[in-house]
């Protein structure tokens, strides 16, 4: 894999928070530090992450349509997740496999539960 290198200088006489503002600016960018030698600190980003789009947050009920959902998978519990998601589609609520089981997991209030040594 190429990666991006960042070499930072960090002047003779400064102090450790001094030289941990130095180091901390790149790694919240991406970077991760790969060696210090002497005053010079290396650090390095995965081009994966340097080409990367940054992603927009996902908001919870985007479309409004969550209780919808809710309702309809609380109500045919005896259908299967896959047939949910097909089913929920049909009327226009677009859901994930994941969030079907997740929610129907949710709804139910089950699934495993630890219990006592016999």
Known sequence: MIQSMLVIDIPAGSTAAEAQALLDGPCRQGYF???????LAFLRMPVAKRNEVPKTSQK???DGKDAAAEQFISQHPEMSIRDLVTALADFGIPRKKTWVSDTRLRLRGS???LSAAV
Request: proline residues 0%.
């Open 33 to 39: 530090l790969v060696n210090v030698v002497g005053q």
């Open 60 to 62: 919870a009920n985007a």
């Open 111 to 113: 699934g495993s539960k």
